[in-house]
T-cell receptor
Framework: ELKVEQNPLFLSMQEGKNYTIYCNYS?????LYWYRQDPGKSLESLFV?????AVKQEGRLMASLDTKARLSTLHITAAVHDLSATYFC?????????????FGKGTRLSVIA | DTAVSQTPKYLVTQMGNDKSIKCEQN?????MYWYKQDSKKFLKIMFS???????INETVPNRFSPKSPDKAHLNLHINSLELGDSAVYFC???????????FGNGTRLTVT
């Protein structure tokens, strides 16, 4: 059964600082997605990573995928308050017999002044 | 203009009742999904429909039944509601496996 683990689950960071959120998964996959969810809102797609070594950047966020290590990272550069949200990674492993897009438990990020 | 729309946004009902949540997408996507998000924000797949055929059915109680009258709609029917069914239910759609899911705004179900 595919398992997706994120850490940390809670992150409080100061404005201007850098930090990385990690997403590990248990079976072979070359498709990984990052989503953002604001409180009481829907999920918004941030990044789609479709191959080993894929790197995507949008503003202060950068995501990467290492399929050999079964690891994705979401790096936050010079955090600002607007980045406060819950971030989910989701993995698609159709060949594993599991359902597609299994989500991690989410990382609740709080950026403070 | 809403890509994936769900109704109602809030649903408060008593145990034992039967309720439905509607979902429509205007993106022309082939696959639609229902996800359940519990109070701890954990997201779990419930159902997936591709071209009107159920392709995934997680081990959810058979009180839950998806119904898809056409490719643009995937409704969720819930019979004999229980307290543990309280959660936010998200509908989503996708074009293919290389594309991200587009989520609706969610339906917050409260069973009293």
């Amino acid at each position: 059964e595919l398992k997706v683990e994120q850490n940390p689950l809670f992150l409080s960071m100061q404005e201007g600082k850098n930090y990385t959120i990690y997403c590990n998964y248990s079976t072979t996959s070359d498709r990984l997605y990052w989503y953002r969810q604001d409180p009481g809102k829907s999920l918004e797609s941030l990044f789609v990573l479709l191959s080993n070594g894929a790197v995507k950047q949008e503003g202060r966020l950068m995501a990467s995928l290492d399929t050999k290590a079964r690891l994705s990272t979401l790096h936050i550069t010079a955090a600002v308050h607007d980045l406060s949200a819950t971030y989910f990674c989701a993995v698609d492993a159709p060949l594993s017999g599991n359902t597609p897009l299994v989500f991690g438990k989410g990382t609740r990020l709080s950026v403070i002044a | 203009d809403t890509a994936v729309s769900q109704t109602p946004k809030y649903l408060v009902t008593q145990m034992g009742n039967d309720k439905s949540i509607k979902c429509e997408q205007n993106l022309g996507h082939d696959t639609m999904y229902w996800y359940k998000q519990d109070s701890k924000k954990f997201l779990k797949i419930m159902f997936s429909y591709n071209n009107k055929e159920l392709i995934i059915n997680e081990t959810v109680p058979n009180r839950f039944s998806p119904k898809s009258p056409d490719k643009a709609h995937l409704n969720l029917h819930i019979n004999s509601l229980e307290l543990g069914d309280s959660a936010v239910y998200f509908c989503a759609s996708s074009r293919d496996r290389n594309s991200p899911l587009h989520f609706g705004n969610g339906t917050r179900l409260t069973v009293t």
